[in-house]
T-cell receptor, first 114, second 113 residues
Framework: GQQLNQSPQSMFIQEGEDVSMNCTSSSIFNTWLWYKQEPGEGPVLLIALYKAGELTSNGRLTAQFGITRKDSFLNISASIPSDVGIYFCAGPLRGGGSQGNLIFGKGTKLSVKP | DAGITQSPRHKVTETGTPVTLRCHQTENHRYMYWYRQDPGHGLRLIHYSYGVKDTDKGEVSDGYSVSRSKTEDFLLTLESATSSQTSVYFC????????????FGPGTRLTVL
């Protein structure tokens, strides 16, 4: 079935370091979404990508839509303690796209040491 | 923040009892979704609604039913709760289909003993 594979599963970094994570699929996507979930909260949308090759920034966050349309990348520059959380990629669920159904990766858990 | 509330926020119940979770939105969005989140599985779609009285099954719908009698409310019912339904449940809303942005509620943590 359709799957989104995120890596790494978890990261432990020092404050100030840059972070890179990615999401891959065996099938083509026409949209990539990146969400962040903080402990005890629901996911919050960070960045949406709609075009192959697109590079979009949101503050210290930058996401890219891979040119093969089978992957996407999220980078965080100069990490700070409030970046802690789980980062999810998501894309349209095959056959459910017209209803807005999404499939989510299993997430990358980010821990930042001050 | 999108106006989405979920109730209750926490619930402990016993196996075999019926449970209803409520999602309420003030955004007048057409689409509403119920997900469950479990360690190692991420977010999985249970059911969704694309309008009042229009609902359909998602990836993990067995053991769950939904109803939407008003635009603002989407109810998720566990007819006879089982321990495998212990999870965190999230409601989400969207104003359009086609992989549009979904806004999530704060979640309900359900424990079935």
């Amino acid at each position: 079935g359709q799957q989104l594979n995120q890596s790494p599963q978890s990261m432990f970094i020092q404050e100030g370091e840059d972070v890179s994570m990615n999401c891959t699929s065996s099938s083509i996507f026409n949209t990539w979404l990146w969400y962040k979930q903080e402990p005890g909260e629901g996911p919050v949308l960070l960045i949406a990508l709609y075009k192959a090759g697109e590079l979009t920034s949101n503050g210290r966050l930058t996401a890219q839509f891979g040119i093969t349309r089978k992957d996407s990348f999220l980078n965080i520059s100069a990490s700070i303690p409030s970046d802690v959380g789980i980062y999810f990629c998501a894309g349209p669920l095959r056959g459910g796209g017209s209803q807005g159904n999404l499939i989510f990766g299993k997430g990358t858990k980010l821990s930042v040491k001050p | 923040d999108a106006g989405i509330t979920q109730s209750p926020r926490h619930k402990v119940t016993e196996t075999g009892t019926p449970v209803t979770l409520r999602c309420h939105q003030t955004e007048n969005h057409r689409y509403m979704y119920w997900y469950r989140q479990d360690p190692g599985h991420g977010l999985r779609l249970i059911h969704y609604s694309y309008g009042v009285k229009d609902t359909d099954k998602g990836e993990v719908s067995d053991g769950y039913s939904v109803s939407r009698s008003k635009t603002e409310d989407f109810l998720l019912t566990l007819e006879s709760a089982t321990s495998s339904q212990t999870s965190v449940y999230f409601c989400a809303i969207s104003d359009r289909g086609g992989a549009a942005t979904q806004y999530f509620g704060p979640g309900t943590r359900l424990t079935v003993l």
